[in-house]
């Protein structure tokens, strides 16, 4: 019966996980195609690639992607960058290179 109960609880959190990253990914569609469509818009409304140099042309890029990059980081957390186990194989490539360097 507790090996049930904890299965489920497993399930339910799994499930919880996979929502999440479905929505930081639905959430980054959505940004890549909106900022398309408001680039490609302003450079056809305002005469040209001209408009790619303005500010103006990139505000909701940057704001909207600041969002995405704490989005990403509330879904993946620091693995998002890092890794699980990025520590481990750092150390061990520094130490498999000073074991090259040593023997040359």
Request: charged fraction near 25%.
């Amino acid at each position: 019966m507790e090996n049930s109960n904890l299965e489920e609880q497993k399930y339910i959190r799994a499930k919880k996980r996979v929502k999440s990253i479905k929505g930081f990914y639905v959430h980054l569609t959505v940004f890549v195609i909106v900022n398309a469509f408001l680039l490609i818009s302003s450079a056809v409304s305002y005469g040209g690639w001209k408009i790619f140099w303005e500010w103006q042309s990139y505000n909701t890029l940057i704001f909207w992607g600041i969002g995405i990059v704490f989005h990403a980081f509330n879904v993946f957390g620091m693995k998002f960058l890092l890794g699980k186990d990025w520590e481990e194989r750092k150390i061990k490539e520094i130490m498999d290179k000073d074991k090259k360097e040593f023997w040359e």
